[in-house]
């Protein structure tokens, strides 16, 4: 099973573990994923009870994917993460490409007076599929979910340029940093 998609799971084979017993990413929103996903199959009079899941009462729970799962830092300015540094990608053995832009190029980010950082995505150069992101700079933990659902759909750095977005807002970097990763220039049009 990929390491990224795993079943949480207690030492005991046949059973199923929920909120941090699992040791992969310890977090508030991971862990209520991770009980959501086992109580779904859950019997009505049984939620609420500290239970033990079986497989057979939890056969079509869904898997936790720990690679869309965002990282924020809560300091000035933010930072926020999802999936693959750019390293990473590399040491996995993809071969990446990876676009980058400034908040000091946003109309947006000037206005309110918080120009420094950027947005960074990192994608693989064959499939087009978005592995990673990195933002550092105002909003960042709220930006960074834009990148966490394209990149929950194996989307591209083009559906994020093909989506519209509001101008001038910050989420204009995102969209021009996805620009960068097909090579079009790191410039901002108004669109």
């Known amino acids: 099973m990929d390491a990224g998609r795993q079943r949480p799971q207690t030492p005991r084979a046949p059973s199923l573990a ?3 017993v699992t ?4 977090a508030p929103r991971v862990a ?16 609420g009870q500290s239970v033990v899941f079986r497989r057979s009462e939890c056969l079509r729970c869904k898997q936790v994917d720990y690679r869309v799962v965002p990282r924020a830092v809560f300091c000035e300015p933010a930072i926020a993460a999802v999936g693959q540094t750019e390293r990473e990608a590399l040491e996995a053995g993809h071969d990446v490409r990876v676009g980058k832009f400034p908040f000091s190029g946003s109309g ?25 992101a990195h933002i550092i700079g105002p909003h960042a933990d709220i930006l960074i979910h834009e990148i966490v659902a394209a990149r929950y759909r194996h989307g ?33 049009t108004g669109e």
């Not at 040791?23 to 310890?26: D, F, M, N, T, V």
């Not at 994923?33 to 049984?46: R, W």
């Not at 309110?112 to 990673?132: H, P, R, S, W, Y």
């Open 108 to 132: 947006r980010a000037k206005a309110i007076g918080q120009t420094e950082g950027f947005v960074k995505i990192v994608a693989d150069a064959k499939t087009n599929e978005i592995l990673g």
């Open 32 to 47: 209520g994923a991770e009980t959501l996903e086992a109580t779904k199959e859950q019997p009505a009079g049984k939620l």
């Open 23 to 26: 040791g992969a990413l310890r």
């Open 156 to 188: 591209t750095p083009e559906s994020i340029v093909r989506s519209i977005h509001i101008h001038p807002t910050l989420s204009e970097v995102v969209k021009t940093a996805a620009k960068a990763v097909g090579g079009a220039p790191a410039i901002q």
């Open 18 to 20: 929920c909120p941090k």
